[in-house]
């Protein structure tokens, strides 16, 4: 299966448009700040595990032993061995602690593995690759909240581990019990129906609120660009994390789905969680903005580059 770097950039920039959508109603007022916390935990707590429930439940890729072991485990050590790289580029860069070092390490070291990569992987290769990239996600949220917690605050394993009990991942563990015993077919239909309704609600919204999100860093653009920061992230985060997912990709003994995940989360910017996540834990917060924006920007043009080449290579 051949694209085109048109066909990709194509595929990507509705994703992009809904966070600028974000943009505009914050701007406009229509989406204000005051409504963010609540609309978050409805996306989060209620909205993606929907998703989560809906893609995984009746998946026969998720049935294969190798998915279900490989998938987690690709994403907690490739998301934790790009933070520690972080880490080192940081310093190679000159940064120290108190101006950026830690918060640079765990931003720079996360891709956006959800808002952007789910609607991708369903344009690309039908709905049903979307529950492996949830399994797969599960071992990204474990390495943030284990590894970037500590990395990021100093905070013990066992605080970050808490995090790690929440909504999606119940959702998960339920959803992927139900595939395996094959109870998907004695659910009534009416409450696969709701379901249904309630995951097409959970990217969208969720980019809106990405946009409404970043829109008072846009409105500072002399803040969101500074050349060691700014230029260090993109070439770590768009240039060679991208070629060490692909290395795994192409060389792990897996399946061909679980390839094309990797390839798609390799090629992504940072995501926007770091932002919340350095400002609720004492990190340098701009640092991370500068990260965010700076790869989110540039990204929309070298996403279809690496897409292009790595799944070109796999296939």
């Known amino acids: 299966m051949t694209f085109s770097y048109w066909q990709l950039l194509l595929t990507i920039l509705p994703v992009f448009a809904m966070i600028g959508i974000g943009v505009g109603l914050r701007r406009a007022r229509w989406l204000t700040a005051e409504a963010d916390a609540s609309l978050l935990k409805l996306v989060v707590n209620f909205l993606y595990p929907c998703l989560i429930f809906e893609n995984v439940l009746n998946n026969t890729a998720l049935r294969e032993p190798s998915n279900l072991l490989l998938a987690p485990l690709t ?3 490739l998301i934790a061995g790009c933070i520690y790289l972080g880490l080192l580029g940081a310093k190679m860069l000159g940064l120290k602690k108190g101006t950026g070092l830690r918060t640079f390490a765990f931003a720079v070291g996360i891709n956006n593995y959800g808002y952007i990569p789910i609607p991708l992987m369903a344009a690309l290769f039908g709905q049903e690759s979307v529950g492996l990239l949830l399994v797969h996600n599960v071992g990204c949220e474990a390495a943030i909240w284990t590894v970037g917690i500590f990395v990021l605050s100093g905070l013990s394993f066992r605080e970050g581990w808490r995090k790690l009990i929440n909504a999606p991942v119940i959702s998960l563990i339920i959803a992927v019990a139900g595939n395996l015993s094959h109870v998907g077919p004695y659910i009534p239909g009416v409450v696969l129906g709701v379901i249904h309704q309630c995951a097409v609600c959970a990217i969208p919204l969720g980019l809106i609120l990405i946009g409404g999100a970043l829109e008072k860093y846009i409105s500072q653009p002399r803040e969101l660009f ?13 240039a060679a994390f991208p070629l060490l997912y692909l ?7 897996c399946t ?5 995940i990797l390839i798609i989360n390799g090629a992504m910017p940072t995501g926007i969680m770091p932002i919340v996540i350095a400002q609720h834990y004492g990190g340098h917060s701009l640092t991370a903005v500068r990260v965010v924006i700076g790869s989110t920007v540039l ?3 070298t996403i279809p580059l690496w897409l292009r080449l790595g799944l070109a290579w796999i296939e």
């Not at 290395?247 to 003994?253: E, F, N, Q, R, T």
Request: glycine share 10%; hydrophobic share 55%.
């Open 75 to 77: 994403g907690f050590i």
């Open 226 to 238: 500074e050349p060691r920061i700014s230029l260090g992230a993109c070439l770590l985060r768009l």
């Open 247 to 253: 290395a795994v990709a192409k060389w792990l003994p």
């Open 256 to 260: 061909v789905e679980l390839k094309r």
């Open 299 to 301: 990204g929309i043009l």
